[in-house]
């Protein structure tokens, strides 16, 4: 018989060690299916769920114990930062409101969706411990934020239940990201894949993942600054649109700044790989916010798009290359500079204006070209590695 795929799957969430994970499942499957045949099915079950309920908190610690310095360093610091998050959602969706129900349903949506992104982002095995930890620590804080949010009324008993269902929720969203992790890795499987190349799959997953957390998670932070201050004054008012331009921008410049630390040779690379994307991700982002050439909604703003892609194309073209990407950022300053001065002869927005956001943004390209000459000295070979040494002559 088959045991309870949730209860198996809460079970995989915990175990660190892939070889006691087999231990563990294998002797509670052998024990259930004896169970079975003595008492029944629904017995059966019944008292699988209850060892895994009984084995959460061993795995919990053993988890922990079995953590490095630097692991635990980092846990804890991954768990704080996503339970400031889920107490700042709370407080920005349901603070300012005298509904006791809608204060608590924020706070659990934001315990959900931060036991998700924990569980979803953890690199190692047992994603449901950091999920775990982020609900034991919402109780103490949920406990304090009530008696400073919670208003009076017939509904406050709900408050009593808040740390409870705060941690069920965050536990639930760990366990919903361990079963879709548990599925693409079952699905992304040597065996389901490529056979001649066992593993890579899901090396390739666990990368993917570790690539998109810290530039998501970075997006959630600078987002939560524009949504916690729209409670508060009349003077931000962002729309939903608004947080989906910003939030792909930020996400889209940490993924490819990710790429350039983990391929970049050199601090020099890396600092011009730095230099360049914050050039293009403030330029865009002045645009949208106020535009260059007079308003954002002057229809020749979009030029400066094509200065991106300039940019773009010739990174491309370069492959990455240090010293194709001083030639990149060249033209991409000098394509910024031509249409800065095609604004001005045609009377494009303020004078002083453009020319001195023409002048910072060119200066900032023909930085981050100085920076990739400088990789290039070292012997460099950026993202797209280092450049073939020619052969000796005779060889």
Partial sequence: MRESRI???????????????????????EEQHQRAESSGAGPARAWYRRQVVRSV?????????????????????????????????TVAFGGTSPDTVTLLVAGGLWAAAGGFSLA???????????????????IPASVAAS????????????????????????????????????????HNSPSATDPSTPGKTMKTTGSTLR???RPILAAATLLMVPLVAMQFTAEV??????????????????????????????????????VALASAFLLVWVNLAVGIMGSSAHEANVLYFGV??????GSLVARFHPRG???????????????????LIAGWGSPVHVVGLTVMFALLFLASAWLFQSAADQGAGGLGGRRAQPCASGS
């Fill in 147 to 186: 008696g400073l949010l919670a208003p009076p009324g017939p509904t406050t008993w709900l408050l009593a239940l808040a740390p409870t269902i705060l941690l069920a929720l965050s536990i639930s969203g760990g366990m919903v990201a361990a079963m879709l992790r548990s599925t693409l890795s079952a």
């Fill in 237 to 274: 008012n962002w729309t939903l649109f608004d947080f989906v331009v910003m939030g792909t921008l930020i996400v889209g410049t940490g993924v490819t700044f990710e790429l350039a630390l983990r391929k970049g040779d050199t601090i020099g690379y890396r600092a011009a790989a730095g």
């Fill in 7 to 29: 209860a198996e799957s809460l079970l995989r969430g915990f175990i660190s060690d892939p070889h006691l994970e087999d231990a563990i499942l294998g002797d509670l499957a």
């Fill in 308 to 313: 991106l892609a300039v940019g773009g194309v």
């Fill in 57 to 89: 908190p061993h795995l919990l610690r053993h988890w922990w114990l079995q953590q490095t310095p630097g692991q635990t360093v980092r846990t804890v610091a991954r768990v704080t930062f996503t339970l400031v998050l889920v107490m700042s959602g």
């Fill in 120 to 138: 979803w982002t953890t690199p190692s095995g047992a994603p449901m411990c950091p999920a775990t930890l982020l609900g034991l620590s919402l």
């Fill in 325 to 343: 990407m001083v030639r990149a950022m060249v033209a991409t300053a000098l394509a910024h500079t031509g249409v800065g001065v095609t604004a």
């Fill in 211 to 213: 690539l998109l957390a």
